[in-house]
């Protein structure tokens, strides 16, 4: 059973966001005072590790996109599918669990210039850190684990955001290709995180 705190007014909702403890946020873009796109900007500024799932009218590419650039960890459009929203919400609180319990087990994972902090959560290039949002570092600390292994869009959805619908092959997308301008030092030849076209993407192999 969820607790739900509605706030239609932005300004307001940027106040509790950030001064309350909530376990998720679902935000509007088209809010009053202060849009979604900008309690998302602030609240990942200050609470990296609080699932954000973005839910508004706005279907544009460039909106989509936008938004998981500011740190949102989902994005559904309207109309949408009750059932859809609950499984989402589901998923982003269980991946977060998840995080939050394997986050004392494991230590750290290391290749070449490339480590990952998996106890606080931190990535280094070449001793230099890199900001990941939470899913990115989700996405990238699953392939990590899974060095040589070709995962499809479908795989990744399952495993890195807890579903696996039809025509969400996007939200894929975006992720690996900020990942690789954030990790790699040539995004078009990437040395840590390769295309397998026709079929999907792996982890380079680790000797």
Known sequence: MCECVHISNGREALERATQDQF?????????????????????????????????????????RVLGLELGADD?????????ELVARVKALLRRARIAEETENTEQSITFKA??????????????????LTPKEFDLL?????????????????????GYSYEGYHHTVNSHINRLRTKIEKNPQEPEFILTRWGVGYEFAKRD
């Open 23 to 63: 376990d998720m946020l679902i935000l509007d873009i088209m809010l009053p005072e202060v849009d979604g796109l900008e309690i998302c900007r602030t609240v990942r500024g200050t609470n990296p590790q609080i699932p954000i799932l973005m839910l508004t009218a706005k279907s544009s590419e460039l909106d």
């Open 75 to 83: 994005y559904m459009t309207k109309p949408f599918s009750t059932l």
């Open 114 to 131: 490339l480590k990952i902090d998996i106890d606080n959560r931190r990535v280094f290039i070449a001793d230099v850190e890199v900001e």
């Open 141 to 161: 600390h699953y392939f990590a684990i899974n060095p040589g292994r070709v995962f499809s869009r479908m795989q990744l959805l399952d495993k890195v955001w």
